[in-house]
């Protein structure tokens, strides 16, 4: 089993930026892909980044050079710093392992992006 759990969301300004953390139990995480998702009210879950255990990565379009995933096998901790943040960035946003095809999730944390 294993449990992630997310930090660092709040309210932030457009333009401004912010640090998405996802702490993850057990010992599988080094070679999981570890992602991050976002849903926006009245919208479908969408994948926003993934890293992989080898360390590559792939990005949406609409976060491609603003948003920056990475991880850190010696905390079990993946990251996710958000710039340049706009109000279209604004979800519930979702940290994602997946190994030997399942998918664990964790509770989320809103994002808002307003003046």
């Known amino acids: 089993q294993v449990r992630l759990v997310e930090s660092g969301g709040g309210l932030v300004q457009p333009g401004g930026s912010l640090r998405l953390s996802c702490a993850a139990s057990?010992?599988?995480?080094?070679?999981?892909?570890m992602g991050w998702y976002r849903q926006a009210p009245g919208k479908q879950r969408e994948l926003v980044t993934i890293i992989f255990s080898g360390g590559s990565t792939n990005y949406a379009d609409s976060v491609k050079g603003r948003f920056t995933i990475s991880r850190d096998n010696a905390k079990n901790t993946v990251y996710l710093q958000m710039n340049s943040l706009k109000p279209e960035d604004t979800a519930v946003y979702y940290c994602n392992c997946y190994y030997s095809s399942r998918d664990y999730w964790g509770q989320g944390t809103q994002v808002t992006v307003s003046s």
């Open positions: 057990g010992n599988i995480f080094r070679l999981s892909a």
